[in-house]
């Protein structure tokens, strides 16, 4: 997270987030579309490849909304990226 650390002074950051240890949010990137599609669709070979090369992408979009929430969020920085581990 340069972004946000680079947008404040140093120590002021470092006061502020001194406790973010907390656990970080869903990891998109493993299987979103193994938890919301039906297991049937990868009895099919060649439709379990197509889903295998396309699961990154859709993961990619997840991580781009939640981003884009943040600008419509008043509370919460515009830049934080701490939904995904």
Same mark, same amino acid.
Do not use: Q
């Given at each position: ?16 987030? $001194? #406790?973010? @240890?907390?656990?970080?949010?869903? #990891? ?6 193994? #938890? ?6 990868? @009895? @099919?070979?060649?439709? /379990?490849?197509?889903? /295998? ?10 991580? $781009?909304?939640?981003?884009? $929430? @943040? ?15």
């Amino acid at each position: 997270m340069p972004l946000i650390e680079d947008k404040e002074i140093k120590e002021l950051y470092d006061l502020k987030h $001194r #406790n973010d @240890n907390y656990p970080k949010g869903y #990891n998109y990137f493993d299987k979103v579309l193994k #938890n919301s599609i039906t297991p049937f669709l990868y @009895n @099919n070979p060649n439709v /379990s490849g197509f889903l /295998s090369y396309l699961e990154p992408m859709v993961a990619h979009l997840f991580d $781009r909304v939640n981003l884009i $929430r @943040n600008w419509k969020n008043w509370y919460v920085d515009k830049y934080k990226n701490d939904h995904i581990k």
